[in-house]
Each structure stands twice: as structure tokens, then as C-alpha cells.
């Protein structure tokens, strides 16, 4: 990543899910109109998801992952299987892509079992990421027979399907117990689009053995598994549907995935801002921590003037300033000794505290840090950072924060750490009393959220670094919270 491209932590994660050979690395390759996916018709190609950034107009800044089939075999295809699992926690938008070849013999040779059996491995991951509320397009993929670019956009039977324009119903029967198996290809807000059946009449008893019976089967089966979701046909290989596909992407994005900006209500256009930051040995070489930019960068799309210095100089820049600052942000550790000499005028915040807010829930993190009121030299405490990164001397995560927490409550309590991807399952997570997690730059919302979540279903508090300092030293009923 340049410095002028969007921060992974700030894209919209689409998940491509599906079994293997199903397409999803083809899909992923005509979606971005790169060949960046390795594809082969080998299953099992991709074995560890594959994260691949791009501008996808309308809908902006982006990032496809490409997981290994859910389907995957054996000890490594287990592990394989676990890793695709963890890219639940961080979708956005769910892509489950469907080889509509593989369904159709399916279908055929499964006539007597319940239509959504034919896709019992789709449905299981399709209730996996519905759990997470992460909302769901699904692809009918290797429908080859579809037309060219630039001509009408109609399905041949092939795919099961008649003209778009014409309408059905959005759910099916099992097969052969309707007179109307209508498989619906869908707008995200469920609106019909095109109809993706023949009806179940005029097929079900397939004297011919061409094949129709086996199409009206899997429409069936697509069409329980869908539900209100968007259904989509495309052909990865000629690149036909691809753009109904975008169009569904746009429309599935989460509302709240854009979230307010990082500063809320704090300053007003054209405030003052005075921006603490120290360069210590944490400090990345030659660049600015990412919620340091980002912050300063909507300072300035709100006309602030923003003026930034280390913690020894702060009292020199407040010299040097002809009046007071609207608003302080502040690293979390310099929290008691900004307060301590800023103007009693000047709100006070901190960058992790604006995180918490931006990526997380601030409301819960403030809530969970309340637990230090009750901790002992006997609790427990799952300290997370998302970042994966060497420990330096002074680090916050390391040593910061646990020698706070033994200063306070001693030598006894017991503080285990975790980095990157690596987080404890809901099992894991009952045998702490509070998690502290980080203030999750390089995480998108998705992902924290899960975590939250994570936490309450095991009914452990979750708090954050900023908000955990500012109870520590005793001013965190004196900061400013975003609203």
C-alpha cells in the first residue's frame, strides 16, 4: 500500500466464499479486471484467504478476500477451512459464489432429498455470516451460456432462467410440490429482477432427460437458500453479469459502514486543534501512526487549524498559540500529564478514545472499563492489539497498561497478550475478567465489532487502551467522549 491509497482498516470488506472449483478466485479476477487470483482447475488453489485492494466505482475504496473452499478435505483442508471462518469476522458484504454446473448435477441425482439439501454446505455458511449481520449476495457462477457483453443481459435455459423483466415469487416449494418454482434473481432490497426458473409444471417430469427437472431443482434450491437475498448469474469466464453484480454490491453496503466521522460534534468548522504526539521509540520511522493521519486529515477537510507537537513540548506550543484550543487530542499515555496543564477551556481527548468510538462501541468500552473497580491481584485480563509488531521498551500494550494494572491492583494479576488475527474463541474468553483491546487502526468496524461481540456472548467486559488510561489516572469523567 502507497501512502495515497485507503488504509485495508478503512475499505469495504467483501468476503468470497464457496466451495472449491467453484469460481471465486475467476469471479474475484473478472470483478477487479485483473488477473490477481491464481486460478487452476486443481481444487484447493487458494489456501489462505487473499486480501486484494481496488477502486470499485460506485462504491469506492474496497478489499475482495478470497477464501479457501468451505469444502476443503482432510488435516490441511481443515485448517484451510478454520482460516476461511475467520474472514467471517471481518465481511462487510458476503459474496457465497454457486458452480451452477456442480448444482445442476447435484440436483439431478438428489431428486428425492429436500431442494435445499443440494446446497446443505452453502446454507451452513450462509448462517454462519447472517449471525455476524453481514448482509449477502449469492453468485450462480459458470453460467457460459449467458449472452455477450452488450447485448440484453437475458439468461439462456442454461441457467434456468427467461428474459429479465419478467417477475416471480421470491421463494420456492420443494420440488414437485409446486406448479411455480420461481428462483428470483433479486435487488439487495428485494425487489425482483428477472426471473430464474421454469416453473416446476412444465419440467417435473423430464421424459426427455434433458435436464430441465435437474434446472428446476436447483432453482428450487436456490431459491430457499436465497431468501430476501440478491441471487446473481454471471459467467467469470466471459465476464457477463459482472456489472449487475457491482450494482448489487453497491446496494448491499451496511449503513452503517460509513460511519460518522472520527470527530463526531467535538470542533466545529475552523476550531483550533492542538494534536499531542509524541516520537518515542514506538514511534514508526519517518511517518505518522494511521490515527494520527487520519485524524489530521479531517481536521483539515473541516478548515481547522490544526497545530501539532510532542509531550515535551506541549506547554510551548500552548505558548505560542495566541489563544486556547478548542479541543486537545492526545496520545492515551500522555492522558495525566496533558491534563494536568491544559487550559481549563480546552477539551480533552485522546486518539484511542476517538477509535473507540469510530471502530467500536464507546458506550460498552466505557462501560467494561468500570470492572477496574472490582479487579483484585487475582483477576484476570486479555489485553488484544490488532497490530503484529516487535514489543519495544515503553510499549503501551506490554508494558504500559500491565504495569498500571499491577501498580494498582499488584504483582498477582495475571495479563495475557494477543496480536494480530489471534483472538480467543467465546470458550476461551470466559476465563478472563475484562478484555483491554487497542484502539484498532488497521482493523475495519466489522471486525471490532465482532470482537465485542465475542466478549458479551461470554460475558467478559471489553473496554479500550484510551479509555482504560483515562480511568487509571482518574480523568475519565473529565474527557470528551464523541457523541
Known sequence: MSLNDTP???RLHIGIYGRRNAGK???INALTGQDIALVSDAPGTTTDPIYKSMELHPVGPVVFI???????EGTLGRLRVERTAGVVDKTDVGIIVIDNEALEKAAASSAAAPADAVLAEEKLWAEKLAEKNVPLIFVLNKCDEMQAPGES?????????QPAGSHGSHSAEAAGTSANVDAVVTTASGQP?????????SVSADPQGDGRAATATAAAAIAELAGKWPVIKVSALHKTGIEELRQAIEQSVPEDFLREKILGDMVEEGGLVLLVMPQDIQAPKGRLILPQ??????LLDRKCTAVATTADGFERALSALNRVPDLIITDSQCFGQVYEKKPAESALTSFSVLFAAYKGDIDKFVSGASLLNDMTENSRVLIAEACTHVPLSEDIGREKIPNLLRKKFGKGIEVVNVCGNDFPSVEELKGFDLVIHCGACMFNRKHVMSRIAAAEAAGVPITNYGVVLAKLTGILDKIELPG
Open 66 to 72: 478470497d477464501t479457501a473452499g468451505f469444502d476443503d
Open 8 to 10: 485495508r482498516a478503512g
Open 25 to 27: 478466485s475467476s469471479l
Open 293 to 298: 493521519v487520519q485524524t489530521l486529515r479531517e
Open 193 to 201: 429482477t428477472a426471473l430464474a426458473a421454469d416453473t416446476a409444471a
Open 153 to 161: 443481459g437475458a439468461l439462456t435455459e442454461s441457467c434456468g432462467s
